[in-house]
Structure formats: C-alpha cells, structure tokens
C-alpha cells in the first residue's frame, strides 16, 4: 500500500512540472523578450506549489521505506564515569 502512495505521489508531482512546461511552450511565460501574462504567473505559482508538496511526500515516502537513508542521529558525547571517594 505504502508503494502505491509513492508512486501516485511521484506521479501527481510530476504532472504539475509537464503544465509548467506547457505555459512556457504555449507563450504565457516568454524569457526573452521578457513577458507573461497574469494568468501564467499564477497558473505556475499554483502548478509548483502543488508539485512540491507531491514531491516533498514522495521524499518522505522514500525515506520511510530505506530508499533513501535517514541522517544519523547527532549523538552526544557519553559522560566520563564519576569516581566515589570513599
């Protein structure tokens, strides 16, 4: 079940990056000269936003599965022993 979530989350991240790229071929967005219309600067705010919190829950999946390992804890220095006088 945990691999259907990755892969739908993958996949519904990927999918607002193809619209990305299709307001820049069809000329909402040009780079040079430099212009865009209101409708493709939000479309592609919206479109990113939406990618990346698709991606962002793939990276988390892939964490909790092993696929991409997790940063070793920081570990404290263990404390000397205390010698008791007696």
Do not use: C
């Given at each position: ?52 919190c698709f991606l962002l829950n793939a ?23 205390v010698a008791k006088a007696s």
């Open positions: 079940m945990r691999s259907i979530i990755l892969v739908l989350s993958l996949i519904l991240g990927l999918l607002p990056l193809a619209g990305v790229v299709w307001i820049l071929a069809s000329g909402m967005i040009t780079l040079w000269p430099p212009s865009a219309t209101v409708d493709g600067l939000f479309m592609s705010l919206i479109l990113l936003t939406l990618a990346a990276f988390w999946e892939m964490r909790d599965q092993g696929i991409i390992p997790k940063k070793a804890a920081a570990v404290a220095p263990a404390k000397a022993p």
